[in-house]
């Protein structure tokens, strides 16, 4: 029987965009979100507001609904594991979200998996004395057991790796926050600085001819369906542009969507997953990050797939059947970002321009606070039909809504 009453833990705009797949497939959604101005609110059929990791108020969100998923990653484990062995029933399962929750944990669930991923290890915050700090030289070679931390060596199949290395806290860190690309010593002492006792990982900075990524879906049953691979752009390592589909070779299409699929499989997974991976100059596929959840790169979807990810998430997690993924036309996905402290009326004119883009969808989340980086809202753009440069016209059509947006803000 398939679940009617589905509680979420998190109430941003990847649980707003839930709200027109529930109501088609007759689904009442409960949100737990802090604030009554979150975007899900608007679209709740019941609100819970209290903290994404106040497990004492998932209990009465548990007493709403028939089973809990989550929009965010932001939870407290330990205290859901109570709930869940009191008979909660959360989807996915927290055994699934487990190795996924710390980065160094994720990375070494992918490696044991025998999956690529960069070079890694975990910092130990052992504070070092300023007289004591280490030179260049040794910040790149780190030879000796004793000090705080030892930085991996760059893989034999990657002989001329990037100098660069890459910190990132193993926890809670998303959009660009708690993540530092470094290469002087400064530099590097500065990120420990700012990211203080917070626990983090070193590993080596891939330098990548493109970035791609992948939504997938796992079904109660076991069903795998997987989305077309799609490239994404970052600036500052926050999303900025996704081009669907990615232009790749049959060779490493096959290969991630295998990789999607012995990911999801491992987890016992049900719902949909993002997947974000590197493509070197070499063609080698290079796993990055897995987010338990429906993610950035997959909002294309909602107007150029079939099925959305975000009714693909419901129809996985309520047991109903999974839609088809096929791609109904070329697309070109383009975050709408805040770049001022200001009310997000300020954008409003600037949003009737894009939205007269031929074949252009603008989704404006209602967020009522602008400020740099954050996420306002997206357009899809979509092409008439396939070509033989479609990548290059995708890309034409992301400068023209950037001109719009940014001006010369970008």
């Known amino acids: 029987m398939s679940i009617k009453r589905l509680g979420v833990i998190g109430g941003g705009q990847l649980a707003w965009m839930m709200g027109d ?22 679209i709740a059929s019941d609100t819970i507001l209290a903290a ?71 910092i130990q915050q052992v504070p070092v004395p300023e007289q004591e700090r280490y030179t260049d030289e040794e910040l790149a070679a780190m030879e000796a057991q004793e ?29 660009g926050q708690g993540i530092f690309i470094v290469e002087e010593k400064e530099e590097f002492w500065n990120a420990l600085d700012q990211l203080g006792q917070t626990p983090a990982i070193l590993e080596q900075f891939i330098p990548f001819e493109r970035e791609l990524a992948v939504i997938a879906a796992r079904s109660l049953e076991g069903e795998i369906v997987v989305y ?10 926050v999303c900025r542009r996704v081009l669907a589909p990615a232009e790749i070779s049959s060779d490493v299409k096959e290969e991630v969507e295998a990789i999607a699929r012995k990911i999801l499989d491992k987890l016992q997974a049900v719902g949909v997953f993002g997947i974000e991976l590197f493509l070197t100059p070499e063609n080698q596929v290079i796993v990055n990050e897995i987010s338990p959840r429906t993610h950035n790169s997959g909002h294309y979807t909602i107007d150029a797939c ?46 009737q321009l894009i939205a007269a ?12 606070e602008s400020r740099p980086g954050r996420k306002l809202g997206h357009v899809t753009i979509l092409l008439d039909e396939p070509s033989a440069n479609q990548r290059e016209q995708l890309l034409e059509l992301a400068r023209q809504v950037e001109t719009i947006w940014y001006g010369d803000q970008n």
């Open 147 to 175: 000090k705080d931390f030892i930085p991996p060596p760059p893989p034999e199949s990657l002989p001329d790796a990037d100098p660069r290395l890459v910190i990132k806290a193993r926890r809670l860190g998303y959009d």
């Open 306 to 351: 079939k099925t959305s990810q975000f009714e693909q998430h419901l129809r996985a997690v309520c047991g109903l059947p999974l839609g088809e993924v096929d791609l109904l036309k070329p697309a070109v996905m383009v975050n709408l970002l805040g770049y001022e402290h200001s009310q997000t009326e300020f954008y409003s004119l600037k949003r």
């Open 21 to 42: 797949a529930a109501s088609s497939l007759g689904i009442e959604l409960v949100i737990q979100t802090p604030h009554q101005t979150d975007p899900a609110v608007s």
């Open 52 to 122: 994404v990791d106040d497990a004492s108020e998932t209990v009465n969100l548990a007493r709403c609904c028939e089973a809990i998923t989550f929009e965010n990653e932001f939870i407290n484990l330990g205290a859901l594991r109570l709930l869940e062995e009191s008979g909660v029933e959360f989807r996915p399962k927290l055994d699934s979200l487990a190795p996924l929750l710390d980065k160094y944990d994720q990375r070494c669930f992918l490696q044991d998996l025998g999956l690529t991923v960069p070079r890694f290890v975990a």
């Open 357 to 368: 883009i031929p074949n252009a969808r603008v989704h404006w989340y209602g967020k009522t």
């Open 228 to 237: 077309p691979v799609v490239e994404t752009q970052q600036e500052n390592q």
